[in-house]
């Protein structure tokens, strides 16, 4: 597989995509293997929805450290699988209780709880699987490194543990440091593997890692920023899923913390910052500011 | 570490045990540590309970190919891992809605619905987190198997789709022949797991194997048969967790479809089929022997 270096952003977005999806297509049970009930769930949580931010991280950051496509896309794959099974479970009644994702009924409506709940775990365990599975150009020891990476990024000091922080804060007022902890676990850590993982693929002691590492910790402030924004701003119809729901479950975010217009201004710093961060690593993180910029001014 | 060969079985047992809870204890992140509750939750339900089976069969299966117990020791608590998140999910309202596991209150009902199933997804990410981490006197390649292993075990096609099945099962009459598939799945495949995961430890390839495999799958059969009949027998102080319940949830058994003398026969049967699967094996096997007579004679 060889891509030119120099398509544009939005077509380096679809082909990547596709790639992926067809990926995850590939390597999820087929419908029609038992147990189905299961197997169709889970193809219906992961396949036909979601922007694939994470994946397109992994493809920009690698790329840009030539890794091989091959290599990145079970890395790209896992990361995403591991982000659906954390959006099952919190969509379901003892957590957020949410009815729509994607524009589509969320697993637990389209099935039934029990089925969404044995839905997460399953992904969770298929991302693992997958990145346990020989990559391409990568030796067994670096690849148990990159499987070590995504279990810290996930576990109960990363987005589970986030996810928690989370349900702490429900209804309660915490300061803006509380609130940056939190999300720097809870959709931060999967960012952030997301962009060191690409770039380990090819050389995890380069000189440009720890810049990678700084701009990557910037870029998951910036997502959840401007996800809490769209919350506030968007429609249900135009996110795919519940707008405003933040306001009604009382939950502590940077627009309830700073005001709209400060949220705003957050956005337009942490963008600053990130794409400072980025400076030192040169031309191999151009796409990477792509998609940072991206993000920020991301309509869903 | 060094242990004779000619512990008897009760001390080997205890001995194994002490060892794994000690390293349990040692790997779970502290209760002080954020999130607190979290983490609590995971210390409860893994810590103080169980009867550690799956870590007895890696240790009784990999010390009789001489695998050193620093090697048998992670990779038994990472079966465990799985076990206990697998517990906290069944024991969840829209699973089986059980209050009740080695005799105290389980995690949805000691903290919240939320904690238990966070719990579950953060101890299933720690068992990957644990086998991905260097395990000594193991390639690199051959522990990205080992993980393999427990994921597949685990995932869809494992644990979690023999769950999916039980679920399609309750309520409705199915024959001997779908109950002992859905039991490879549920039970079966993590019982296998450890008993070979253990010996893969030593050497995948030793002619030893099929026969051990061959072994393991008449062992998960006759801890599910013997389940099924404790159940049935004994009461749940006995048990430590609700007895009964198959019946109350009309849940398809080897006590319902053969009666309970029906099954007691199908035990003592499936242990004389172990015991002969283990034959060619030799001495290696004589934990593992050991170990089927202890689950066939089991009272809780």
């Known amino acids: 597989m060889t891509f030119s270096e120099r398509e544009p952003f939005e077509t380096w977005c679809e082909r990547r995509r596709a790639l992926v999806e067809h990926f995850l297509d590939q390597i999820l049970p087929a419908a029609e293997a038992e147990p189905q009930r299961l197997h169709e769930a889970m193809r219906y949580a992961v396949l036909g929805g979601g922007k694939r931010i994470r994946p397109l991280l992994v493809f920009a950051s690698g790329e840009g450290f030539d890794a091989p496509i091959e290599t990145l896309l079970p890395v790209a794959a896992a990361v995403e699988l591991i982000h659906v099974y954390s959006l099952v479970h919190d969509d379901l009644p003892a957590m957020d209780d949410d009815a729509l994702r994607h524009g589509r009924p969320t697993v637990h409506v389209a099935f039934d709880e029990a089925t969404a709940l044995l839905t997460g775990d399953a992904l969770q365990t298929l991302a693992f699987q997958l990145l346990a599975t ?167």
């Open 134 to 300: 020989p990559l391409p150009g990568l030796s067994p020891d670096r690849q148990l490194g990159l499987l070590r990476g995504l279990a810290r990024a996930a576990g109960s000091h990363g987005m589970a543990g986030g996810q928690a922080l989370d349900l702490a804060a429900t209804g309660r007022k915490i300061p803006l440091e509380a609130l940056q902890t939190l999300h720097r676990c809870k959709t931060g850590a999967l960012i952030r593997y997301a962009v060191l993982a690409g770039a380990y693929c090819d050389d995890p002691e380069s000189r440009a890692y720890a810049a990678l590492e700084r701009g990557a910790n910037a870029l998951g402030l910036l997502f959840q920023i401007t996800d809490d924004i769209l919350d506030a701003t968007a429609d249900s119809a135009t996110l795919g899923k519940t707008a405003g729901k933040d306001e009604r479950h009382a939950k502590a975010t940077y627009v309830t913390l700073l005001g709209l217009e400060g949220a705003i201004e957050a956005a337009q710093r942490t963008l600053e910052e990130t794409l400072g961060a980025l400076e030192p690593v040169g031309a191999r993180a151009e796409r990477l500011r792509e998609l940072a910029r991206f993000v920020a001014n991301r309509r869903r």
